[in-house]
């Protein structure tokens, strides 16, 4: 079965409504938390967990593309998922990691920038469905592999 066919019918929908609500609590957090010196100690601390985590585990090349560390090489249960952005570092194992995927994670990256320590909590509330966390739907689903390409 391809993976078009294992989508709901109504997964743009759904995510459209995803980010909406999730604008809608954003709305709630205090706006000096969010691109703000404050956040953005969250994101340094976000790196610094990622390459703790990613010079621990890495088996594989190390390298800076687009702005983001890649540590490659990862045990399948060090990250989940295809990979993880932490901070500025993706963390992932020996899949190829191309243009359509960096540019993903590089909005994860800035996600990390904007909400800092709020990130993980967040996500977390968003929920592990991609198809409804706002955070990857914004990271577009397409490049993120969670979504097959639509014709162009």
Known sequence: ???AASLPAQWRKDA???VARG???EALIPAFLLDSPVSRIGYWYGCAVGWAWGTLWSTGR???REGLWIF???PSWAFPRGGVCV???FLTGDGRVGAALLRHEAVHKRQWQRYGFLMPVLYALAGRNPLRNRFEI???LEDGNYVPRRAR
Request: with cysteine; charged share 40%; aromatic share 0%.
């Open 138 to 140: 914004e990271a577009g």
């Open 87 to 89: 901070g500025g570092c």
């Open 72 to 74: 490659r090489g990862l």
């Open 23 to 25: 604008r809608r609590l």
């Open 1 to 3: 079965m391809s993976p």
């Open 16 to 18: 459209e409504r995803a």
């Open 62 to 64: 190390i390298e800076r």
